[in-house]
């Protein structure tokens, strides 16, 4: 602190000391800080030089020091107590989500025929930062052998945003492709120039968590992601 800068060299030693010892037995906070300092101004302004005495503007500055580490605590709790109450209000929302789809990133799509249920419908997709006259999505499997290629049509302008794709789980061929996880790449265009994009894969919210690093979607094999994660909600 400032206080200690400023002391005189005719300050009791052993009186600094016994204060400095006190002050790091337990942790500090805002009025433990306070009290020490004032104790250690006092003890300044008995033992200081009267020749020499302490000028008004270092005693303000040391005056306005302490007020201001006392300021910042109480803003810090505010801030907690404000985050806090924030976190508890996206939990809350989030949990409507329960049952419902959304689009996070990823490159794996999952796809099959099923002898019972019929041809399954696969959804994923990708995000555009900017506006693309010409994308393309090859989907590979497990062995990285093309299984499918899906392009956009032609004169067709794909806008920034978010872009679903829903697959039959069918080959090139038209043949019902194995049960099981495939891969997928997404490359765009415009005016031939390569763009950034983003892949996005579908997946069910079974549940809603709370922890250290916030609000948490429970995706079962998916895992858990937070919220700034999910580009899309079905």
């Known amino acids: 602190m400032a206080v200690t800068a400023s002391i005189n060299d005719s300050l009791d030693n052993s009186t600094v000391g016994e204060l400095a010892s006190?002050?790091?037995?337990?942790?500090q906070n805002s009025n433990d800080i306070?009290?020490?300092?004032?104790?250690?101004?006092?003890?300044?302004?008995?033992?200081?030089?009267?020749?020499?005495?302490?000028?008004?503007?270092?005693?303000?500055?040391?005056?306005?020091?302490?007020?201001?580490?006392e300021g910042i605590e109480k803003l810090n709790s505010s801030l907690g107590a404000v985050v806090g109450q924030m976190q508890g209000?996206?939990?809350m929302q989030s949990s409507?989500?329960?049952?419902?789809?959304?689009m996070i990133p990823g490159d794996k799509v999952l796809a099959g025929s099923n002898a019972e249920q019929g041809i399954s419908i696969s959804t994923f997709g990708f995000e555009l930062t900017r506006p693309a006259e010409h994308y393309t999505v090859t989907i590979k499997d497990k062995s990285g052998a093309v299984v499918r290629v899906i392009e956009s049509k032609e004169k067709?302008?794909?806008?920034a945003?978010?872009?679903?794709?829903?697959?039959d789980g069918k080959n090139a061929d038209g043949m019902d492709v194995?049960?099981?996880?495939?891969?997928f790449t997404v490359s765009a265009s415009y005016r031939n120039q390569a763009l950034v994009t983003q892949p996005l894969?579908?997946?069910e919210v079974n549940g809603v968590t709370r922890g250290e690093d916030g609000t948490k979607l429970d995706l079962g094999l998916a895992g858990s992601v937070t919220m700034d994660k999910v580009r899309q909600i079905l």
């Open 96 to 102: 409507q989500l329960i049952g419902r789809k959304v």
């Open 156 to 159: 067709e302008v794909a806008q």
């Open 161 to 167: 945003g978010v872009h679903k794709i829903l697959w």
């Open 89 to 91: 209000n996206q939990a």
């Open 178 to 183: 194995e049960n099981g996880a495939y891969s």
């Open 22 to 27: 006190s002050a790091t037995k337990k942790q």
């Open 34 to 69: 306070k009290d020490n300092f004032l104790n250690l101004l006092v003890a300044q302004l008995k033992n200081q030089d009267p020749t020499n005495p302490m000028q008004n503007n270092e005693l303000t500055t040391q005056l306005a020091q302490i007020s201001t580490v």
């Open 201 to 203: 894969v579908s997946a």
